[in-house]
């Protein structure tokens, strides 16, 4: 509660339209409270190491999935919410076994792509498994119940003053970070973009012109150059003697957010004609 009032978060007592109450995700009743009266339900918390080290253990992947799977039946229970936005992660759709070198195009990488999760597992990606398998969970969760769900799948989310507050979650998200690097699926996201994708996602679910999954990024890092700068921001060793050539060579795959793109070109356009509609009444 500290840290949200030193954030200016919230006004005092509901002041500004807005109220805290606490919850534990682990609990289905303490969600069904805290939900109770509520249109929607913004999923996007998630584990993180206390400790601050590794980031992430392959305990917290299987604690994360089960919160998922207890928010939605949380969601479904409370009558009033009909509505769930899902913060997943771009590390959910690009862990995959490699593709042959002699490919003469990338391979797309859009919401249709799920992370292998025997190959998260194989390779001790704890956070990218537990976010494929929350994720999964979820949809399992809402799948032929009166719940309508998205899911957001944003890249390292970035942006002022946000990877100081959430460094461990960075860290963890950097692990294979020379992988995703080499094969061109290194992409960070500004808060800010991904704030507005889940603003955007939740109202265009009222007229159903929003479903399924999005993914969600602003920038691929390409240079080994641009990932070192990455490091140095989120206070990391520089490990970027490891990537040098990793631009020598066409990436195997290519990123994809056309999806996402149509809806938020979509609020723009309604934005802009209700602004001229006004303007000339």
Not at 26 to 37: C, I, K, N, T, V
Not at 235 to 247: K, N
Request: proline letters at 3%.
């Amino acid at each position: 509660m500290d840290k949200l009032r030193e954030m200016e978060m919230f006004g005092e007592d509901g002041r500004d339209g807005v109220w805290t109450v606490m919850a534990n995700v682990m609990d289905p009743e303490s969600l069904h409270r805290a939900f109770d009266g509520c249109a929607g339900v913004f999923h996007t918390s998630g584990f993180v190491d206390p400790g601050g080290m590794s980031g992430y253990t392959k305990h917290m992947a299987s604690l994360e999935a089960q919160a998922a799977e207890r928010v939605i039946e949380a969601c479904v229970r409370t009558e009033s919410v009909r509505k769930c936005v899902f913060t997943s992660s771009l590390l959910a759709c690009v862990w995959r076994q490699n593709y042959s070198h002699d490919r003469r195009f990338p391979t797309i990488i859009d919401e249709n792509c799920w992370s292998d999760e025997s190959f998260c597992r194989d390779n001790k990606l704890w956070f990218a498994l537990g976010k494929t398998a929350a994720e999964k969970a979820a949809w399992r969760a809402a799948r032929g119940r009166d719940l309508k769900l998205v899911t957001i799948c944003p890249g390292l989310v970035t942006g002022p003053g946000f990877r100081r507050r959430n460094s461990t979650a960075s860290i963890a998200y950097l692990k294979g970070a020379h992988a995703m690097l080499a094969d061109g699926l290194l992409a960070t996201a500004n808060v800010e973009t991904v704030a507005e994708a889940h603003v955007r996602a939740f109202e265009a679910m009222s007229d159903n012109t929003a479903g399924g999954r999005y993914i969600c990024y602003d920038h691929v890092i390409q240079r080994p150059e641009e990932f070192a700068e990455l490091e140095r921001q989120l206070g990391l060793p520089s490990r970027v003697v490891a990537a040098q050539g990793a631009d020598d060579r066409p990436a195997r795959f290519e990123l994809c957010k056309r999806k996402l793109a149509r809806l938020m070109s979509s609020r723009r356009r309604c934005t802009y004609d209700t602004y001229y509609s006004v303007a000339f009444d």
